[in-house]
């Protein structure tokens, strides 16, 4: 059994973690950090883990964390770096769902995250989290960023036009639309029920974290050069992302092609799914899995296609994708406790 | 592996059944019938399905029901009973999640349903599949009439107060809660996102068919005059219910003794969760799962318990008990293919 | 025209208060106070208001309160009671929405509220401003404790029942559901959107503040002894309060006779509507509108009526409320600038 | 006194045509017609009108349209042309909500609506109903095709930019999200809440009735090749749009001349709100309201221009704006009965 402990543990893709580790077969879930709630048992924060979680939150000093094979890292940024360096000394892996590990790029790190790189030299020998793109990087990695939700997305989008190099890479555009539950369990006015409810509306649009992240990976796929478009809007719905992809075409390629790119490169993907062409994904059919749709379309068969990916922010966005690293990198089938089937309605 | 058939396969309870027979253990999904979609695969109307459910729908007559181990019917009232017959001559077990097989009063039955019960000496063997409460009769049954959502959490938060004879039965309350689900799938006027969204209002609150089926269990359970005003409410949520019942006390008796008669009751049952005296459960805290969550109130230490109860109306509400009737009826564990953690947020 | 105050404009009950009176045709918008957002204009914080109200907040002490007609207190519990002796005497008029001048009995104020009141003797004159239940005392009163919105619908839902002597006074239930933005404007984990969105739950069920706010003024109308078993919702919709009141009849009355006396009660009050017996009134019908409605129910024609009430918890459960007193401390028609149709869908 | 009457009063835009009209100071309620509820007070169908309008459904031959002054449709396509040259025959104005006088090629209507047009040559002098940009001709009509609802956002948000030919028109693009209410008040399974809720997805991305229209509409406005790739989205909301437009520079321009375009076109406009440069407006600060908002944005200060555009699509999209034209057309100022302030939150 896998000895996993958590660190910040009392939001989102915490206890989303949790839901996922409770029933993984080959998980012993072992220690949860929170300093705030020191003591506090997990299920009474979290009443839907009452009799399937029985751990109680601990200060980080008491966790004995080092005594874990996996140690995940739900926190803000900046809390992985600090901590990666004691753990993997242990012998411990280190799978960060925050950004710490996510940019090779330090000085756009810094940038964007307004904190020194504590440890650059980790940064280097991190893999990049998203399997799919990275599957062998993964499954040698001591350390893991996971992919911010958005970039997942962009990235599957776009990975295989790009690979192919049948679009102007130049000149995409990501008008992508995220639940709230994208934004974390902090006490903000902004996403107040009453403020984010049966409202809508774009924000960062003339910057966000996401971006830069995005770029970096995308460059590795292609010589070309890349020029992103990212816009993010807020949906009121509690969880699901859904971008929508827009590239001009540079080859004279047909639909079937086009859809032979996807199946092709996605074809033997557990967590892809390349629906038929013309489709259109709901994010409620990924809802609670590991899931992630893609349908193409390519409007008045013109020289624009377009790319729709649904996933669930917090599953295959975030925590599911973790865990599908954590898979990896012990050896284990990558699906394993991850086969929950999407909750409709 | 125990062959499954399900009639009725295109609303809310029959989807939610193929989620969770599709993961079951010891289940073999062999048929689906539809008489309008004869032929679409069931995974092109409900996407997120796609990969994990490879049946299509099929017209009744050829769906070879009699082959099956198990049919559930999640159909409008008044099919099961039809077709039940037949299959329990062939030795298939019958579970409905319809009215046919609740009300052992055909007169009742009739009056709500407005149509006549064409097979009453079915109805005398059938068991009402209310596990906790009827958990014995289930297990040697040929056919199950699976309880209504209301219902489930009104006898379950009832039953330890009137078997225990401590509360005036005569004069129950119960102030019931429903998400939209609970009005299935079918297009109306009213349960359209515009209609039913950023809205409450009660319904049916001069009589409603949960009224009598309730009353009927309730009177197995005491020889006191039963009497209960049930008031459903629609709440804009998808799925989940809260059930808010007030009983007055006619028995000098503690609160620590309350809390007692239904730790006693429900101590051992592994859906059921009885919580702390005084506690607020969430309907979102059994989402996607077959929890049901019970927690008692003394306002003002006064003469009044209030007893709030939780559940997923499709889950506990229906098909997960269906399920769970099914485990029994087939020497399984009870809980086999039902543990899914709740989805929260 | 009316020179208006309004201090602490920055919540729910503050912006609709100025949606309100920025449309009020005898009002003039004089100042509008907050510390912390000092110098901001009004509109760069509620963007709905761009165009419509050029005011900016002020910082108390440069408000000029004093010159002010009338004051509204959209502020916390205690702030209101600090300010009005001055302004008072300044011959400004005060209405509070916050509890400060809505209950008479002092103790329980403290008990509740966890402060001291530090005027008593102005609680003393002020009028508790439900309008119709308290016409002449808010129209000669220089004060006037707006009501809660919870108090507003069991009052005036159990007034004529209560004031006709035909119910059990003693064991008042009410069963209520309020919409999110009654826990207003604050940054708060549990009014997130991810955490009350798709979730019902009761709570307070142990002890709530208006239930000592309505038992004070039910206690007015009536010489029997008044009992109240009070237990608030939270409805996943923005705006919307729903009632559910349950009274035992001791007289023996007909529909016809009960629904008379609601009739009677109600039959000129601009702002009340009385449905026909056996409606469900939706708290949308009365969505940015000042209208509370009101229908009647009597199950299987047994001892127990229930009174359904249904209002915007914003308007006339509070703003619209107070704009209406403000009317009539004026002398102005009462429905001056409330005449809003409500929003449906 | 404006008599009016409209047919087809009992879906979304029907019930909002009536909240507006009724509290219209120069009009006249007169007529609304619906066979199937023939003889049913307007109010029964929808409480929010209780005691605000007094009229019944009537059906159409017994409703006098042509004693009217003005007729709204608020029907499906092709009722409007059917009797539309009876009433104007009578002296009646038209005002279609539908799309029989939008699209003045006919070809593309019979096209996409896929009806033939019965009345060619009243299409010719019909005015298309954007106020902003056609009032001259609005003003004269005696027949009027009142815009789609993501016509208008489009357009209004990119005409300034063509119409100083300062973008690449040919490939335009428009990623539009409308809440629910635009599907209508027709009784089907895809805007149930239990499917729409909590769900976002594309739809029509093959191809949409309103991108004909709208390339007609804007190809009036420049010279250019006008290509466009629209979008439309399902948002979990009731009312709101938001449309999310990209166009690619052609011309050496900064922002504030940019934003200066935008001010300079729209800065006397009453319902059109151009917010300052980089602003992310939200649907709710349009909500129940006639504003349309427009932000611009440009990301990196790269070659793209991003134009983003919220309104209510019921009203500035849909009835507000027929409210408009109808001002104008019977000499009133144009914001007559039209200065709701938006509905928040």
Known sequence: MIKVGIVGGTGYTGVELLRLLATHPEVKLT???????????????????????????????????????????????????????ELLAAGVKVIDLAAD???????????????????????????????????????????????????????????????????DASHLIADCKSGV????????????????????????????????ET??????????????????????????????????????????ALQALFEKAYGNEPFIDVMPFGSHPETRSTRASNMLRIALHRP????TVVVLVVQDNLVKGASGQAVQCMNLMFGLDETTGLMHIPVLP
């Open 215 to 256: 770029l970096e990976r995308l460059r590795f796929l292609t010589k070309d050069k890349v020029g992103l478009l990212f816009t993010p809007h807020l949906v009121p719905m509690i969880r699901g992302m859904h971008s929508t992809l827009y590239a001009r075409l540079t080859k004279d390629i047909d639909n079937a």
């Open 101 to 167: 590990f996510r940019l090779q790029d330090i000085a756009s790190f810094e940038k964007w995250y307004k904190i020194p790189h504590s440890c650059p030299e980790l940064l280097k020998e991190a893999a990049y989290g998203l399997v799919e793109l990275n599957r062998d990087a993964i499954r040698k990695a001591r350390i893991v960023g996971n992919p911010g939700c958005y970039p997942t997305t962009m990235q599957l989008g776009l990975a295989p036009l790009l690979q192919a190099g049948v679009i």
């Open 31 to 85: 220690a949860i950090t929170s300093r705030k709630e020191d003591g506090l048992p997990v299920a009474d924060m979290f009443p839907s883990l009452r009799g399937r979680v029985d751990l109680a939150f601990s200060a980080p000093e008491k966790a004995k964390l080092t005594e874990c094979d996996v140690v995940f890292f739900a926190t803000p940024h900046g809390v992985a770096m600090a901590q990666a360096p």
């Open 181 to 212: 539950s994208g934004a974390g369990r902090k006490a903000e006015v902004a996403t107040l029920f009453s403020e984010a409810g049966d409202n809508f509306k774009a924000y960062g649009v003339s910057g966000h974290r996401h971006s830069p």
């Open 300 to 303: 008045d068969d013109g020289d």
